[in-house]
């Protein structure tokens, strides 16, 4: 196990380069998750680490070495696809055992090897069948298994989760992460999927265009995201955001609603102001910021999500699960002063 | 109550009625196939019909001998020079065969799966030879057969056929259905790239293995003008060569021809029942994957 690092990491394919510096630290067992829209270079980056892609510029240290010229083999990483890749034409030992070929494990260690992984992953009796006689969620453990049988210092995972349906990703999230805490390898996982994200690392990674927007405790960019772009991207449903000015008296509303925070400009400025819709709610002993029309409603149960026409913008406000408010009604939604956020109308960065 | 009683009739009603078109196009279906089905059988019947007649009889257009008699075969049998033809055939075709499947998918991998300068010419090149056709073709191998020493010999019957772009052509895009993502794996694990090659990649590819075996197979064992051109001596024939001479110039021996042929048609029989099988299974495994 070790820290994996990279620095001022570039990748350009053809003189365009897709990603622009990418910085990170991850300490030794951390389970650390990439995930931003497609296209972002999340896999180009973790592709970069596997060795599977040239680095253009910059480097990665995987424990004390610096590995940019080590080919796969010899990164002491190892890499889950998103369509598992495990061999069809190989039973699922074979699979397995695959994932030891280039150790210098004797033959019974390697077989132990084999039966102890098989164990951790609960698919002993799997062990003679051929992949398609295996479903998803098993081939994907198959897959899992071939990679953990290496013990490698650095787990390499690309959207695994992606192919399988709503309820076995829940679960196999689970497992995942269950698994970590058992053998606490070092995991960098990518996905597009905020919720995989949120539920899983340690550390979040926010990707955009081949930039990281911020990295930090899955509580840190849902409470601070450092950035309209984080903010909106993490948490569902996505916060809102309504115009307003940040000036020397404070912070003012488009619609004229002024509010007391300790924010203020020396020289007047536009801002988005964000607020996620489980803080904005029907509350007459709160702060009452914007009132609008209800034009549809969302039950999910123990809440209403309603949807909100308001003067600067539709908003979506959390209800009561019982006695929502009817579509048609006028409503006035309030807030804590302190549950906003504030971004730069032009740069978009969190206003502190 | 009624008319809930009557869906199910109006249901029958409506189904025989549009069964019956249905009906028609069946037999229509069955009709070609059935003539198709002739079309392919009669020349191997009239093969097999004219291999147990006597010489007297082989210009008589029916199909059932009148005093059917092996008598041809055991001639065909023991003439030696018909088993010396066989072998031949067998080894040309055999290890031709074999060369085609590694070299050409050695050659169709590299050009799906390696990124590199001149890829695209390269394969273009080799797409362009499909064009040339072989009677083009014949006199300029003549005369590099004869400027190496390789007129008559195996090696001056097989070379031009060792490789085809055809079966480049057909591996390249096979490889294009095994996803990089089963390369890489094999790379992180430690494979060099000629062991990704034939451990991970050509066992993907069986199918289309077993139908270049096929096809090579067949096109070798029936090659006729080029291996007629390099050949001079009796002993270096191939079967349709060697079977072209039987008889002499005032009088072919259909009879013994159609002998060597029926007995010659045995090896592809065995090849294609070896294969196809491949050929059906991979078929199916790619049904089940996904
Ligand atoms: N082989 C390639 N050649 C050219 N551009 C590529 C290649 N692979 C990825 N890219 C580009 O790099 C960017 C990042 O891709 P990728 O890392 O796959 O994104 P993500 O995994 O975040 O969806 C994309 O804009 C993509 O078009
Ligand atoms: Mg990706």
């Known amino acids: 196990m070790a820290k994996l690092s990279l620095s001022k990491l570039t990748k350009a394919y053809n003189k365009t380069e897709v990603l622009h510096g990418i910085d990170l630290d991850v300490a030794d067992g951390e389970f650390v998750v990439f995930v931003g829209p497609s296209g972002c270079g999340k896999s180009t980056t973790l592709r970069m680490i596997a060795g599977l892609e040239d680095i253009t510029s910059g480097a990665i240290t995987i424990g004390d070495r610096v590995v940019n010229n080590l080919e796969p083999k010899d990164r002491d990483i190892a890499m889950v696809f998103q369509n598992y890749a495990i061999y069809p034409h190989m039973s699922v030992r074979k699979n397995i055992a695959f994932g030891l070929r280039s150790s210098k494990l004797s033959k019974p260690e390697k077989e132990q090897r084999i039966a102890e992984v098989a164990h951790i992953l609960d698919m002993t009796h799997l062990l003679d069948r051929k992949p398609n006689q295996l479903s998803g969620g098993q081939r994907q453990r198959v897959a899992i298994g071939r990679a953990m049988v290496r013990d490698p210092a650095v787990f390499l995972f690309d959207e695994p989760l992606s192919n399988l349906d709503a309820q076995l990703r829940t679960q196999m999230r689970l497992e995942i992460k269950k698994l970590h805490q058992r053998v606490g390898n070092t995991i960098v996982f990518v996905t597009h999927d905020q919720v995989e994200a949120m539920t899983m690392a340690d550390r979040i990674v926010i990707m955009k265009d081949g930039h990281i927007q911020q990295v930090g405790t899955p509580a840190d ?120 956020h504030v971004f730069d109308g032009e740069t978009g960065e969190a206003v502190q | 109550m009624t008319a809930t009683d009557l869906r199910p009739t109006a249901a029958v009603l409506d189904q025989s009625a549009a069964s019956k078109p249905k009906n028609m196009g069946q037999i229509l279906r069955w009709v070609l196939l059935f003539l198709g089905g002739i079309m392919m059988i009669m020349p191997i019947a009239y093969m097999i019909s004219t291999s147990l007649k006597w010489p007297h009889e082989v210009y008589n257009v029916n199909l059932i001998p009148e005093e059917p008699t092996i008598e041809n075969y055991t001639y065909v049998l023991e003439d030696g020079r018909f088993y010396l033809w066989f072998m031949n055939s067998i080894i040309i075709a055999v290890i031709t065969t074999i060369s085609n499947l590694l070299f050409d998918s050695l050659v169709g991998y590299t050009l799906c799966k390696f990124k590199f300068p001149g890829r695209q010419i390269v394969f273009i090149a080799i797409l362009s030879t499909l064009m040339i056709p072989t009677e083009m073709l014949v006199i300029p191998w003549y005369l590099m057969s004869q400027s190496f020493g390789w007129l008559d010999s195996y090696w001056g019957i097989m070379f031009p056929g060792l490789m085809t772009a055809f079966g480049t052509f057909l591996m390249k895009q096979f490889f294009e259905s095994v996803p990089d993502d089963f390369l890489e794996a094999a790379r992180i694990d430690g494979l060099n790239e000629l062991q990704i090659w034939w451990i991970v990649a050509m066992p993907l590819v069986k199918p289309a293995l077993a139908a270049l075996a096929i096809f090579v197979f067949l096109g070798n064992w029936t090659a006729f003008l080029w291996p007629l051109i390099v050949t001079n001596s009796v002993e270096m024939y191939t079967i349709p060569v060697g079977l072209s001479g039987f008889g002499d110039e005032a009088d072919v021996a259909w009879e013994l021809i159609m002998t060597g042929a029926a007995i010659s048609t045995i090896p592809t029989l065995i090849v294609f029942l070896i294969f196809q099988r491949f050929i059906i299974r991979g078929v199916v495994m790619a049904g089940l994957k996904g």
């Open chain 1, 221 to 340: 960019v849902y409470h601070k995201p450092a950035n309209a772009f984080v903010a909106q991207f993490i948490g569902a449903p996505s916060m809102n955001m309504v115009p307003g000015t940040l000036s020397a008296t404070g912070l003012t509303l488009d619609n004229g609603q002024r509010i007391n925070t300790n924010l203020a400009a020396t020289t007047q400025r536009v801002v988005h102001v964000g607020i996620r819709p489980d803080d904005l709610t029907i509350n007459p002993n709160a702060l009452q910021i914007l009132s609008g029309v209800v034009t549809v409603q969302e039950p999910l149960g123990s809440e209403t999500l309603i949807y909100v026409d308001t003067e600067i913008g539709e908003v979506i406000a959390k209800a009561d699960g019982r006695t929502p408010p009817d579509v048609g009604t006028r409503v006035t939604l309030s807030v804590a002063a302190n549950n906003l």
